[in-house]
């Protein structure tokens, strides 16, 4: 069974910039999340995939969006870079009606500066 | 408030020791509680996954839930320094989709 992977796993973008991080969920998983976790905090919630759909998103604005594949993997796009984008981004799958059983990758840290 | 509570330690302690870690959760429609523990420089790994009040053992580990009182606990048995990680407390949020809400997480360091 393979896990949850991201890419890359490390990114310094300059402000006002875009960028794009990749996951690819877990075998069988059908439902992508992603998380933003600043240094010291738990992850927050940015939004979930479900079909190729964004079915929740949290308090995050517009210049962050993201998108699902057929073979289940997502991308997560933010546009304009600002400083407190800075975190680690976690991408996490699960099964659409197994919800709290969700699995992390290893994450991409992002530095803004 | 936030919606999920989690003192952040540090907490050291002796190898073989008992380890109590806690949170507390605003929201009394939360059913289902998860602890994560995370590695520095990794992502979150799923330790424990509880429905409901009640005990649950996993080896070294045993997770608690009192929605009585809105308190979620984690027991960590023999400690040892492989244990030695940041543990994350969270909630399920399902309202047409999932979402975990986590604590701000709690470092453990056990030393020989």
């Known amino acids: 069974e393979t896990g949850v992977t991201q890419s890359p796993t490390h990114l310094i973008k300059t402000r006002g910039q875009q960028v794009t991080l990749r996951c690819s969920s877990q075998?069988?998983?059908?439902?992508v999340s992603w998380y933003q976790q600043a240094l010291g905090q738990g992850p927050q919630f940015i939004f979930q995939?479900?079909?190729?759909?964004?079915?929740g998103r949290g308090n995050f604005p517009p210049r962050f969006s993201g998108l699902q594949f057929p073979n289940y993997s997502s991308e997560l796009n933010v546009n304009a870079l600002e400083l407190d984008d800075s975190a680690l981004y976690l991408c996490?799958?699960?099964?659409?009606?197994?919800?709290?059983?969700?699995?992390f990758g290893p994450g991409t840290r992002l530095t803004v500066t | 408030q936030k919606e999920v509570e989690q003192d952040p330690g540090p907490l050291s302690v002796p190898e073989g020791a008992i380890v109590s870690l806690n949170c507390t959760y605003s929201?009394?429609?939360?059913?289902?509680f998860m602890w994560y523990r995370q590695y520095s420089r990794k992502g979150p790994e799923l330790l424990m996954y509880?429905?409901?009040?009640g005990n649950k053992e996993d080896g070294r580990f045993t997770a608690q839930v009192d929605k009585s009182s809105k308190y979620i606990s984690l027991f960590i048995r023999d400690s040892q320094p492989s244990d030695s990680a940041t543990y994350l407390c969270?909630?399920?949020?399902?309202?047409?989709?999932?979402?975990?809400?986590f604590g701000a997480g709690t470092r453990l360091a056990v030393h020989p």
């Open positions: 996490a799958s699960s099964l659409q009606f197994q919800g709290g059983e969700q699995y």
């Open positions: 075998s069988g998983h059908n439902t």
């Open positions: 995939y479900y079909r190729e759909e964004e079915n």
């Open positions: 929201n009394s429609a939360f059913q289902y």
């Open positions: 509880t429905y409901s009040s």
């Open positions: 969270a909630s399920l949020f399902s309202g047409g989709y999932n979402k975990l809400i």
